[in-house]
């Protein structure tokens, strides 16, 4: 079992940067990727990035890419989501999710994902 908690959501401007932080527990050494993820109100849930847990390689939506940045400290068993020049369509709940099937790239499909968190509010107003 995995556990997962997100963390560092809520309120920020157009143009701003929020960070935030999904905090792993339990079987880490099962990981293969971590994802993140968000839903809007009324929207499917979508691939926002994922990066390999004992890896570099990462992924990005378009829609985020070149503004946001995961990474991860597996010292610490923390992933992040760095998202800056944030635009109100960001505007979202996001889940941090652990994917503990080996695959060659970090995949953009919810259904790879084995945990989730429950989840941070992330709001960006215009």
């Known amino acids: 079992q995995v556990q997962l908690v997100e963390s560092g959501g809520g309120l920020a401007q157009a143009g701003g940067s929020l960070r935030l932080s999904c905090e792993v527990s339990g079987r880490t050494s099962s990981i293969y990727v971590m994802g993140w993820f968000r839903q809007a109100p009324g929207k499917e849930r979508e691939f926002v990035a994922a990066?390999?847990?004992?890896?570099?390689?990462?992924n990005y939506a378009d829609s985020v890419k070149g503004r946001f940045t995961i990474s991860r400290n597996n010292a610490k068993n923390m992933v992040y989501l760095q998202m800056n020049s944030l635009k109100p369509e960001d505007t979202a709940h996001y889940y941090c999710?652990?994917?503990?099937?080996?695959?060659?790239?970090?995949?953009?499909?919810?259904?790879?994902?084995?945990?989730w968190g429950q989840g941070t509010q992330v709001t960006v107003s215009s």
């Open positions: 990066i390999f847990w004992s890896g570099i390689i990462t």
């Open positions: 999710a652990a994917d503990i099937s080996s695959t060659v790239v970090p995949g953009r499909q919810a259904y790879n994902y084995n945990y």
